[in-house]
Structures are given as structure tokens and as C-alpha cells.
């Protein structure tokens, strides 16, 4: 985008890619989305997706591949053991990282749970700059302890910080040396952190954090699920990445951090997971899990035609006008919500538009789940379906009591290569709406509350019956209008 200027209109990010394969939407009548979003518990996760006009529940495996990978997927080696699919991978996976031992998983919570597996012991601690659902549900399960290192910068939700995700470096010798170097399972750095609002980590903090384990030798862990987003703000953001590479980028960080592992169905525009190292100890260490959790070690889970599509698409993700257009895209909802007066987490990062429901909402409480209650009210609102990064997706507490988010933020994930300029546009028009009609969001309480991972399949109820009002100020504003 950046190198075309429009005449005389306002800039927009022009995809740099046509659609070939399409899949017919429906949006459904107020009234009727209505009754959907209660059928599902209130929960976004419950809905059909038939039922959904915009799913921007997540990123993950939802992403438009390209002709290449669908060529690509044609010529899978469907064989158990030493599959040429596999080979491709690891020939794909040399050439983004450089490096040589690769290990496969069906998806990244299950790479997570082979590094939990293989490395956290009970009473010890894993050190990262901010936690993920999963990677810490297997950490915590296996009677180890998640420790965030976040600079405080990374938590203010309206900043014009470029790299909201850095690490306290300070904080982070200090807390090796309290707990112990052999007491630290591994330091994990998340790029492009998730539960924050997918904001970048730069190179200058990613390369530092590294050097310390290694001055500690302690074990350094790279998350590189949203590598692809973080990789395009170091470029445009980070004046010592400017006349670097993507493929530099990603080399120089394979070189420094002692493992890697990420979510095809994120970095790749495919499915599986991967982790690998320069370090042959390291793969070794963890390979004995593979075979077990997994699959055999050359597909680990995975299914061969996702493998080929993801050898394709991690070449992919070095090319800048493929990876400018998810982070394009949500700069520009993030911005039209923005001017609209919308608290939307600034800068806009990769993954999403995320909004900040503690403004959005001040009326609800936490323990009434201000940013739930908003993904409810927006698919009512438009159909489009989000999800809720705050409060309802924290673990409670041991003693059970709730474990209050840090931000209360409701995710409007944005696929890469899948939707249009005019449906972003649809998406904030709606958004807008919802935000003059605030007051009118009232709060969730539990109906059946999981103990792990609540979020995914909880169900909520609504408390009094603001979402029939909801629903009938959007009729009377509307009138014949989906
Ligand atoms: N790490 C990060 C940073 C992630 O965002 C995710 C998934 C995972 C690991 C786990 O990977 O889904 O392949 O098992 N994030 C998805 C999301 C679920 O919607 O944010 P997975």
C-alpha cells in the first residue's frame, strides 16, 4: 500500500491480492440475531458460524491462502514415515530461519505443551513478557508458575508507544536471580503479544532479552505465532530494521533465541505448529514427546496438504505486501473507530482492532464481564462476532476467587487476506452505533462456568434484559436495515 497515493481521496490500504474462491455470507435480521447470541450462552465462541456475517472471532486458521498453497497441497506425500511433505517444511523453515531441527505438532498449544512437558517441573517458573491462555494453562498444570515481565508502557491502553510488548529487561535479571537460574523453566518472549492487544516486541528488546538468558543461561523461548504482524512493525516502526530484510529479521532472531515454536494456523496462512532451534539438544530433549502426543516425527499431528500449504506460506510471510495488509487493515478500523471517539487500544497492533471495554463500558464491573458483554452487543449489533480478551478469559484464582484482567479488551480479529475494504467499513459503521448507545450494554453473569478455560465453553445469561433493548433501539435507528 504504502507506495501508492491516492489523487484526491482520503488514503486507504489497497489489497495487493484479488479474490479467486468466495463464501457466501448471510446476516440475519436483528431479532434473530438476537435469539442467537442467548442460544449461545453469550458466548461468541457458541455461535454457528452460518449465523455469523463477519467472523473476526480469531486469526488463527482462518486466514485466505494463496493459489500457490492450493496448488501446493496437491502434491502432499501422504506416507507415516519420512514423508517428502515434510521435507519441504523443513526446507521452508531453513530458509525463513536458517535453522536445521524441526519438530512438528498438530497446532501451538500442543508445541506449548511439549516445551511445558519437557521443561517446567513443579515450584518452578516460566518468565515471559505477558502470558497466553494456553501456554500458561500448560505451565500452571504442571505445577509451574507464570511470571509477566511487561514494561508498564505495554498496559497504557492509548499510548503512541511503537512497541507496547517489550520486556522489563531490569525486572527480568532481577527476577532470575530471585528465583534462581535452574528455578526458570525458560523466558519466553510472545511476539506481537496477544492478550495485550497484539502488540510488537522490537528487535533491539527480543535480541536483549536473549543475551541475558544467555549471560544467566537460562533457556530463551521465541513465540513466533504472530511473528509475521511484529515483523512488519519492526520494519515501519524500528530505524535499525529499515534497510534489514524480512528473512534478516527472522535469521538474527533464530541465531539468538535458543527455541522457537509457533501456530501454523497463525505464522504460514496454514494449519500445525512447529518447533525448532539451531541447537540440536534442545530438539532432542523434546523429541521423545512427539511420537507420544503427537504423530510420527515427520508430520507430528498435522495433515499433510496443511503442511505443504504451510511450506508455501512461511516463504510468504517475507513478503512485505503479503504481511503489510492484515496490520493495513486494522490501522484503518482502529482509526475510523478512533475519530468516531471509540477507546480503542492505540497503536493499532497486528491480530486485530481491540477494543478498550473498561471505557467503552465504565458502568460494568469487572465481575460482570464489560468486555463479554460487549462482543454480545456488537453481534447484535452487526453480526459480526469478536471475542472477549479480559476477565472471563482469566483463570480464577486457586482460593476461587476472580482474577480481575489488566484490560478489559473485546478482539475484533482481523484473518489475513479475507475480508474487503467495505466490509471494514460495515463493521466500524455498526461499532459507531453501539457506541452511542452505550448506556444501554448492561452486564453477564454465569449460567455453567467451566473450571478450565472457561471462555471457550461457558455459558452466560444476561442481567436484566438490556439485550431486548438493545435490539429494539437498533430496529427504531435502523428500520428496514439488517
Ligand atoms: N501463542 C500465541 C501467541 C497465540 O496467539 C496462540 C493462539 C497460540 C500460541 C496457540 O496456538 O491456536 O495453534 O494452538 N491464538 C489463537 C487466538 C487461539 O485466537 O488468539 P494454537
Same mark, same amino acid.
Not at 242 to 270: E, N, P, V, W
Not at 411 to 420: D, G, I, K, Q, S
Given at each position: ?11 486507504? !490500504? ?11 455470507? /448471510? ?11 442467548? $442460544? ?27 493459489? +500457490? +498453497? ?19 517444511? @523443513? ?30 517441573? !513443579? ?12 501456554? @500458561? ?37 532481577? /527476577? ?23 502488540? !510488537? ?43 534489514? /530484510? ?29 518447533? /525448532? ?38 516463504? $510468504? ?10 496490520? $493495513? ?154
Amino acid at each position: 500500500m504504502s507506495k501508492v497515493k491516492f489523487y484526491k481521496e482520503e488514503q486507504i !490500504p489497497l489489497e495487493m491480492h484479488k479474490v479467486r474462491v468466495v463464501q457466501k455470507l /448471510t446476516l440475519l435480521p436483528v431479532e434473530e440475531r438476537l435469539k442467537k447470541i442467548q $442460544e449461545a450462552g453469550n458466548n461468541t465462541f457458541l455461535l454457528q458460524n452460518k449465523d455469523v456475517y463477519m467472523d473476526m472471532l480469531t486469526d488463527s486458521g482462518v486466514n485466505a491462502m494463496s493459489d +500457490q +498453497q492450493v496448488a501446493s497441497m496437491g502434491i502432499a506425500d501422504d506416507s507415516y514415515a519420512g514423508s517428502e511433505t515434510f521435507n519441504r517444511v @523443513k526446507a521452508a523453515i531453513f530458509e525463513v530461519f536458517g535453522t536445521e531441527n524441526v519438530l512438528p505438532a498438530h497446532q501451538g498449544r500442543a508445541a506449548e505443551n511439549i516445551l511445558a512437558e519437557a521443561y517446567v517441573r !513443579p515450584g518452578m517458573v516460566a518468565l515471559m513478557n505477558f502470558h497466553f491462555t494456553t501456554t @500458561k494453562a500448560h505451565i500452571t498444570r504442571l505445577g509451574g508458575e507464570v511470571v509477566e515481565l511487561i514494561q508498564k508502557k505495554g498496559l497504557v491502553p492509548q499510548s503512541d508507544e511503537p512497541f507496547k510488548g517489550d520486556m522489563d529487561l531490569d525486572a527480568l535479571k532481577a /527476577t532470575i536471580e530471585k528465583y534462581g537460574p535452574e528455578n526458570v523453566a525458560f523466558v519466553r518472549v510472545e511476539a506481537g503479544t496477544n492478550l495485550i492487544g497484539g502488540q !510488537p516486541v522490537s528487535l533491539e528488546n527480543m535480541l536483549a532479552v536473549a543475551d541475558i538468558c544467555h549471560d544467566y543461561g537460562v533457556k530463551s523461548v521465541l513465540d513466533a505465532s504472530l511473528l509475521q504482524d511484529n515483523v512488519y512493525f519492526m520494519k515501519t516502526r524500528e530505524a535499525q530494521c529499515k534497510f534489514m /530484510t524480512t528473512k534478516q529479521i527472522y535469521h538474527l532472531l533464530a541465531d539468538k533465541m535458543d527455541i522457537i515454536y509457533f501456530s501454523g494456523r497463525k505464522l504460514g496462512f496454514s494449519r500445525g505448529g512447529i518447533i /525448532t532451534s539451531h541447537n540440536p539438544k534442545y530438539t532432542n530433549e523434546m523429541m521423545e514427546y512427539i511420537p507420544l502426543y503427537e504423530g510420527f516425527l515427520t508430520y507430528g499431528g498435522m495433515e499433510v496438504r496443511a503442511m505443504e500449504a504451510m511450506a508455501v506460506g512461511l516463504v $510468504e510471510s517475507l513478503d512485505m505486501e503479503y504481511i503489510s495488509q492484515g496490520p $493495513e487493515f486494522i490501522n484503518y478500523l482502529v482509526n475510523e473507530l478512533d475519530k468516531y471517539g471509540v477507546p480503542m487500544i492505540k497503536p493499532a497492533g497486528g491480530l486485530g482492532a481491540h477494543i478498550n471495554c473498561s471505557e467503552f463500558v465504565p458502568h460494568i464491573p469487572h465481575d460482570q464481564y464489560p468486555a463479554a458483554a460487549v462482543a454480545t452487543a456488537i453481534y447484535i449489533a452487526s453480526g459480526v462476532r469478536g471475542m472477549e480478551r479480559g476477565t472471563l478469559s482469566e483463570q480464577r484464582e486457586a482460593d476461587g476467587t476472580e482474577r480481575f484482567a489488566e484490560l478489559e479488551l473485546m478482539r475484533l480479529a482481523m484473518p489475513r487476506r479475507v475480508f474487503t475494504l467495505s466490509q471494514v467499513k460495515y463493521c466500524a459503521d455498526r461499532i459507531k452505533w453501539l457506541y452511542d448507545n452505550r448506556e444501554l450494554i448492561g452486564g453477564l453473569k454465569w449460567v455453567e462456568e467451566p473450571k478450565v478455560l472457561r471462555f471457550f465453553f461457558g455459558r452466560l445469561g444476561e442481567i436484566g434484559y438490556w439485550q431486548e433493548e438493545l435490539a429494539k433501539k437498533f430496529r427504531e435507528d435502523f428500520g428496514e436495515s439488517l
